[in-house]
């Protein structure tokens, strides 16, 4: 590990950094009682940083030494992700305010790329910085921007400009449902009937299967089939909960928290407790702020409350890196490490969190179990249509009139969405084409609109539903742009750790950047990536590339 320029060392002092006493009490009046475990590294680096907007050398070595860990394995940590600025010995540091400029699909086919650079020229770099970052999760508000932590919908070089004249840094807290409130409508009532004996994990497993829930997340694996395997397994056992939703275009968890947060955390309790688990563990995207305020505050109230009594939950700060959404990486980052995705098998279910049997879940999936079993499975199911059950949280953004969060049938079509719950297109806009899942999900065009969208339904066209993350492209938008776009984030956000990922993103996103659409060479690239890389960045970054070839000839003038 090297920051530059190293200190000067006497013969009988160890090799090198060397430890200032200065640094060391400055870190161990921010950690205070905090404990030094290994698996809070990551913790404790989001107090250094969010103290001093940086992480200098002499803060790391310091934290090195009071968590007894090699400088180089905090320091390889650190530099992971994209939310901790390392400073190096004779290097300056960021200005102490940084602007966000969304740049993903979204807000860049609404100019996302023209408001960063008007904002960079008319700014002091001592004292702000313009960042370009990938997906902040407001894409119904594209343009978005983050002032600090202030969100700014809707984006203009005005209200960016006035936010920062004003000093509105800090994140506005929406109104959602406290405590008081969610228990006067009868919340935690089935928690304590769970803790009654009256309902064990196979009873409401099956209740999950016979409602039809499945993961939300994307992966869309049957919830009660999860609750099964790790429910039989020994102890002890862990639930994580995955709230990284950096997938652009997805912005459903962060909608529902922001609104009623403890029909989540309710149906975390019940199945921590169903499945005897020994604690859990709620990963949130940095991203979010008011969300992280949000979940603070109402765990903290849970326990006042004497709510979370055995089973305790612990709430980890991500630092800004997608690939922390893939399960296995989300838990090496919550044990303190790089998100590096695991080679399986052994899944998570088995050998998960701390090496134990690990129950997995995203957001949604668990907001909606106190309504399946309060209401029943067939309440749930009867809600989808041609024969698909359940609701679902679509993100919806792009060129529609009235973008944001559609609970809408499982089943229904783009259509049917656009019109029925979007008001159709933006004025001046005809539909052309759609992400259907997000990055990842592929793209299609306006005339494959009435197929159901669902789990397994896109399989045929080369897509997937994936997070159910709707992005609508229309007449004024060039598709060849929009994988361009999204494969520059694809780059951007591998992880690096396997060569058809690493090396397969930088050339692909070269070729389309030289406007070099060989399809002989993307198919031959494609087909490394897809079968060669650990974990789905990889296997999917190039399908939104092959869905432009496939779906949108016009575009290359054929």
């Not at 060129?399 to 079509?413: C, E, F, Q, S």
């Not at 897509?463 to 492209?473: D, K, L, R, T, Y």
Request: hydrophobic residues 40%.
């Amino acid at each position: 590990m090297s920051f530059g320029k190293g200190l000067s060392r006497k013969p009988s002092q160890p090799k090198g950094r060397q430890l200032e006493d200065a640094a060391l009490g400055e870190v161990q009046a921010l950690l205070g009682d905090e404990p030094r475990r290994r698996d809070l590294l990551i913790e404790h680096l989001h107090k250094i940083q969010d103290a001093y907007g940086r992480l200098e050398a002499r803060h790391l070595r310091a934290l090195a030494e009071e968590m007894r860990l090699a400088q180089a394995e905090v320091y390889e940590v650190a530099s992971f992700y994209h939310h901790f600025d390392i400073v190096r010995e004779g290097e300056t540091g960021p200005a102490p305010l940084t602007v966000r400029v969304c740049d993903s699909v979204a807000c860049s086919i609404k100019g996302a790329d023209a408001l960063a650079a008007v904002l960079e020229s008319g700014v002091d770099p001592a004292k702000v910085r313009i960042q370009k970052v990938p997906c902040i999760g407001r894409c119904a508000g594209a343009p978005a921007v983050q002032v600090g932590k202030r969100a700014v919908d809707n984006a203009s070089e005005v209200s960016v400009r006035a936010t920062l004249f004003e000093g509105k840094t800090e994140p506005v807290i929406p109104d959602y449902i406290k405590l008081d409130a969610y228990r006067a409508d009868g919340g935690y009532e089935l928690l304590e009937r769970v803790r009654a004996g009256e309902f064990d994990a196979a009873t409401i497993a099956d209740k999950a299967l016979e409602a039809g829930l499945r993961g939300l997340g994307g992966a869309g694996f049957p919830t009660g089939t999860k609750w099964k395997i790790v429910n039989d397994l020994p102890g002890p056992k862990y639930l994580t909960i995955n709230g990284d939703e950096g997938e652009p275009g997805t912005f459903k968890d962060r909608y529902h928290l922001e609104r009623d947060p403890h029909r989540l955390l309710e149906g975390a309790l019940i199945a921590a407790h169903a499945i005897s688990a020994e604690r859990v563990y709620l990963y949130m995207r940095d991203e979010y702020p008011a969300v992280l305020e949000i979940l603070e505050k109402e765990i903290e109230a849970l326990r006042s409350e004497g709510i979370i009594t055995g089973i305790d939950i612990e709430l980890r700060r991500g630092a800004g890196a997608y690939i922390c959404g893939e399960e296995s990486a989300m838990i090496e980052s919550i044990e303190g490490k790089r998100g590096l995705p695991r080679h399986r098998p052994p899944f998570i279910a088995q050998v998960g969190l701390f090496g134990r049997p690990t129950l997995n879940h995203n957001v949604e999936t668990l907001f909606w179990i106190r309504d399946i079993i309060e209401k029943g499975p067939d309440w749930f199911a009867s809600q989808g249509r041609r024969d698909h059950k359940g609701f679902r949280s679509f993100s919806v953004s792009g060129r529609v009139r009235d973008p944001g969060v559609k609970l809408a049938p499982a089943g229904i079509t783009m259509n049917e969405l656009l019109e029925e719950f979007c008001g159709g297109m933006e004025e001046g806009h005809t539909f052309k084409g759609y992400l259907p899942g997000g990055a990842s999900g592929g793209i299609l065009p306006a005339s494959l609109a009435d197929e159901p969208l669902d789990f397994g339904t896109l399989d045929k066209h080369g897509c997937f539903i994936g997070s159910h993350a709707i992005v609508v492209f229309s007449d004024q938008d060039d598709m060849r742009d929009v994988a361009l776009n999204l494969m520059r984030f694809f780059k951007h956000e591998s992880c690096g750790q396997c060569t058809p990922c690493r090396s397969g993103t930088e050339k692909m996103e070269h070729m389309l950047a030289e406007n070099d659409w060989d399809e002989a060479k993307i198919a031959d690239l494609d087909a490394v990536m897809r079968s060669a890389s650990i974990c789905g960045l990889g296997q999917a970054a190039s399908n939104p590339v092959a869905s432009v070839l496939k779906f949108f000839p016009e575009e290359f003038g054929k």
